[in-house]
């Protein structure tokens, strides 16, 4: 971790604070842990550049976080926060990408199975 790394302790503020705040706080807070984790991923932009799975991992991550804290946000507003919407199809970008990681993952090992094989004349019972 760099210096200018910033961390958020939200478990720790699930069992320690939350509950001593009032409902307004509480939905308040739970705002400012979703802007947190926004603001972290746009803050990661430059280390995560050069990794696309990095990059797809962490915003995956940070899509289900901010959206969890905004729905607990409505929840203690007294809102009705709705049906939970599967990722795919809230995000259906990250979705795709996903998909394709996953994708050009298997071809990968399959065309090293390949070259392993062939490098074996073909038998597998040569393996080991």
């Not at 995956?60 to 009705?80: K, L, S």
């Not at 049906?83 to 065309?111: C, K, M, Q």
């Not at 090293?112 to 062939?118: F, K, L, S």
């Amino acid at each position: 971790m760099s210096a200018d790394w910033v961390e958020g302790n939200f478990h720790g503020w699930v069992f320690c604070v939350r509950d001593a705040l009032s409902p307004a706080d509480r939905a308040a807070a739970y705002e400012q842990w979703a802007d947190f984790y926004q603001w972290r991923l746009v803050l990661r932009a430059q280390e995560l550049a050069g990794d696309r799975v990095k990059r797809h991992v962490v915003a995956v991550w940070t899509e289900e976080m901010t959206n969890c804290c905004r729905r607990c946000a409505a929840y203690e507003r007294g809102e009705d926060p709705g049906e939970w919407v599967p990722l795919w199809e809230r995000r259906p970008d990250l979705d795709v990408a996903g998909r394709a990681i996953v994708a050009e993952i298997i071809a990968e090992s399959h065309a090293r199975g390949r070259q392993a094989e062939a490098g074996r004349g073909g038998d597998l019972r040569k393996a080991g």
